[in-house]
């Protein structure tokens, strides 16, 4: 196997991304959902860059091994490295869910411990909850875990990655991009839901 440049530089990008995305959400919780006061107002555009990393991460380290690979061999991989986190994360979400109950959080007194446990379990599997499951009162797909939608978005794209576009390295990365509209359009959805709960508030 063909030992391939890795670029540090690609690291770098992804901390400054990482660091960026966190002081985006601190500041949000003291910014009472009013958009002018947010230090960092466009924090959320470096999810949109790690859909657009992870496309072209993904596309450059198996170009040479899709022919080779069964869909099965390439997800035994992520579910190795990333299922246990995710179920680690859904697990954390339930045991804390009980101690956010509050005037922001209205349908969380009220939940009963199996819809909970329910949503837990769903959780376990990055398969998103309807309204039928809202348990924090904010219609989340993931109210326990929240990052789970850019792992659950992700695992679509290289799907569909894999299975249409393995022939065409740049391709995959370009519909990364198309991942990275679609984060944008959703955390525009979320702030204007959240800016909208505290107006009434």
Known sequence: MTIKNHYVVLDGLRGVAALTVVVFHLCETYS?????AQVINHGYLA????????????AYAYDDRWDSMSIWDFYKRR?????PMVIMG???????????????FPAIASTPA???LLVMLIGFTLVPVGSILDIRGWEEMYPLNGPAWSLSSSTLQIFCMRSEFASC??????FSAAGGVFSRERR???SSQWIDRWMVS
Do not use: M, N
Not at 90 to 104: H, K, R, T
Not at 169 to 174: E, G, K, Q
């Open 188 to 190: 525009r959805h979320e």
């Open 169 to 174: 390295p740049i391709a995959c990365w370009h």
């Open 32 to 36: 009472l959902g009013d958009p002018f």
């Open 90 to 104: 859904s697990i954390v979400g339930a045991l804390l869910f009980y101690f956010q109950a509050g005037p922001e």
């Open 47 to 58: 999810v949109d860059f790690f859909f657009l990393l992870s496309g072209f991460v993904i």
């Open 79 to 83: 579910l190795i490295r990333l299922q």
């Open 114 to 116: 199996w819809k909970l």
